[in-house]
């Protein structure tokens, strides 16, 4: 777990955990074409939204709501089948979609319309503080720690930071804090160089907050908070939609609003580029995530599948998950996902292969095959690099996948490009022969 100063441990059990589901994923389109974006697959064999559930379950908060309300359907029968706690722990993993009643028939708005339209479910439980957390980040947090640091301040609001430097700053929520590290001004997306100067991490700070690097550094939002129950009901009493853009500015002036600054790994998946690239920094021999940390391990539906077989491959950095059939084919610095068949002759180069939720009977193959349609998984002799494959997928024999030559972004009948990506959406076809 990520370390920070011993801090006392809190009572967890007045601690009720919100984890937001987000909108409709627009920038991580196709693969929210047909999920909601807690439901995109990582990391071969894991769900989005498994990081933030196993980061509470790790830090012992087990009261833990999801809200979501675009296609919601394949995350709901995920949670169901993960997380089932015992009848004596009093934990719960639960969803609350939007939904409409006769006093509002509008969806939810923002994070912090969406908390909102949700109180009175919250309200029923016993807690002093609501912790919200995003369902669409890759990172490895005790959030015993944010929550102590919050008791310690007496804090009425506390927001977890990450230190970046001036690039990334340009896109995220930056705030400045003073020495006790209360947050003093918060600028969403700061472009001006001017503001951006005034907003840098100040260098008596450094030792302070164990600052390795003598870098220029901003301290940016990861879209974390813990609020005191009353204060909560006191800031969502109006009509402001968000957290980050409406009450967490306004806060700042009129509450006691803390940082917490967390110095782990911590990526935003926030558009296929990031995702690919957080996927792919996986396979690396130090990845910067640490699945293999069993110290807080991440957690996931129970699939009981036989392990991978390979008849005989080569195979350079990459992960090959539960289930696989990897027949003669050349895999370079590419993820493998569950169930996946690779026929013989195929090149993986920068591959994501999400995987298959079922294996594909020999009748459907038949079928399918009658048809001249490729069977679920890899065909022969077919070259894929830098692309996306989603689930269920039906790549045929003698195809080329790359997105050399081609637009950075771009819709065919059979294939996206985004951010310079191929991906082929979940239960798409690509026929026999074709070439990308």
Aim: proline letters at 4%; charged letters at 20%; one cysteine or more.
């Amino acid at each position: 777990m990520e370390q920070n100063k011993t801090r006392m441990s809190p009572n967890t059990s007045k601690v009720l955990s919100v984890i937001m589901g987000g909108g409709q994923g627009s920038r991580l389109f196709p693969l929210t074409r047909d999920r909601a974006k807690p439901a995109v697959p990582l990391a071969g064999k894991y769900r989005l939204v498994d990081i933030p559930i196993s980061n509470c379950i790790n830090s012992n908060l087990r009261r833990v709501y999801l809200l979501t309300q675009f296609n919601s359907a394949s995350l709901h029968r995920h949670i169901s089948q993960s997380y089932k706690f015992d009848q004596f722990t009093g934990g719960f993993v639960e969803i609350l979609a939007a939904e409409q009643t006769f006093g509002d028939t509008s969806w939810y708005q923002g994070t912090a319309d969406a908390v909102r339209k949700n109180l009175t479910h919250f309200l029923n439980h016993d807690f002093d503080y609501l912790l919200i957390l995003s369902g669409d980040q890759l990172y490895r947090m005790d959030f015993r720690s944010i929550v102590a640091q919050h008791i310690e301040t007496a804090a009425d609001v506390t927001i977890a930071t990450i230190p970046v430097r001036r690039p990334e700053a340009q896109s995220l929520g930056i705030m400045q804090i003073n020495s006790e590290r209360r947050i003093t001004r918060f600028v969403e997306k700061p472009k001006d160089s001017a503001v951006l100067d005034s907003l840098s991490l100040g260098r008596d700070l450094y030792e302070e907050l164990e600052v390795k690097t003598q870098d220029e550094l901003f301290l940016a939002s990861m879209g974390i908070y813990v609020f005191n129950r009353e204060v909560l009901l006191k800031l969502l009493d109006n009509d402001f939609t968000d957290f980050g853009k409406h009450i967490i500015p306004g806060a700042i002036d009129s509450h006691r609003v803390f940082s917490y600054v967390f110095q782990g790994y911590w990526e935003d998946i926030g558009t296929i580029r990031s995702f690919f690239e957080a996927n792919l920094d996986l396979v690396s021999e130090l990845p910067r995530f640490n699945f293999f940390d069993m110290s807080a391990p991440i957690f996931t539906r129970p699939r009981f599948l036989p392990a991978s077989k390979i008849n005989g491959a080569e195979i350079n950095h990459a992960i090959i998950s539960d289930g696989c059939i990897i027949n003669h084919a050349t895999i370079n610095h590419s993820l493998v996902g569950v169930r996946s068949t690779v026929s013989e002759g195929c090149e993986l180069k920068r591959a994501i292969l999400m995987g298959c939720d079922y294996y594909e009977s020999e009748t459907s193959i038949q079928q399918y095959e009658a048809q001249g349609i490729p069977r679920i998984g890899i065909g022969r002799n077919t070259r894929i690099e830098n692309a996306i494959i989603d689930k269920n997928a039906r790549i045929g024999e003698n195809c080329v996948l790359s997105p050399a030559g081609k637009p950075e972004n771009m819709d065919h009948g059979l294939y996206y490009i985004r951010d310079g990506i191929v991906i082929i959406p979940k239960n798409g076809v690509i026929p026999h022969g074709t070439v990308i």
